[in-house]
Nanobody, 125 residues
Framework: VQLQASGGGLVQAGGSLRLSCTAS????????MGWFRQAPGTEREFVAA????????LYGDSVKGRFTISRDNAKNTVYLQMNSLRPEDTAVYYC???????????????????WGQGTLVTVSS
C-alpha cells in the first residue's frame, strides 16, 4: 500500500488549497481514507475522513465548515479542499487509509494502518 500526498504550499490567510492523495497497491474503493495534520511540537490531529462509498464524511471541529473531503475511486485519489485558511492551519498534512469501516476508530491515528509521507501547508497572516 502506497499513499502519495501532494498540493501543499504557502497561502495567505483566507485563501484556499486542495490537497490530493493518490493510492496504489490495494483496492482503494474498499478503504476508508483520512486526513490528519501535525504542527511542530504537537500531536497528530484528525482533520477529516471519508467512508468507502463516499456517502459519509466526518470532520474535526477545527475545520468543520471550511474543509471538504472527497474521493474519486476511479482515480484512486482522495482530496481535501481547504477554504478560509487560517495561520493555525499551518501543519504537515498526512493522508491515511484503512480497510475498516468509517464507524471504527476514525478520529485517531490508531484507526489507520497505512500512511502517506505528508505535505506541508503554510498559512501566512
Amino acid at each position: 500500500v502506497q499513499l502519495q500526498a501532494s498540493g501543499g504550499g504557502l497561502v495567505q490567510a483566507g485563501g484556499s488549497l486542495r490537497l490530493s492523495c493518490t493510492a496504489s497497491g490495494y483496492s482503494f474503493s474498499s478503504y476508508k481514507m483520512g486526513w490528519f495534520r501535525q504542527a511542530p511540537g504537537t500531536e497528530r490531529e484528525f482533520v477529516a475522513a471519508i467512508g468507502w462509498s463516499d456517502s459519509r464524511t466526518l470532520y474535526g471541529d477545527s475545520v468543520k465548515g471550511r474543509f471538504t473531503i472527497s474521493r474519486d475511486n476511479a482515480k484512486n485519489t482522495v482530496y481535501l479542499q481547504m477554504n478560509s485558511l487560517r495561520p493555525e492551519d499551518t501543519a504537515v498534512y498526512y493522508c491515511a487509509a484503512d480497510d475498516t469501516p468509517l464507524s471504527v476508530v476514525v478520529r485517531t491515528t490508531t484507526g489507520y494502518a497505512h500512511w502517506g509521507q505528508g505535505t506541508l501547508v503554510t498559512v501566512s497572516s
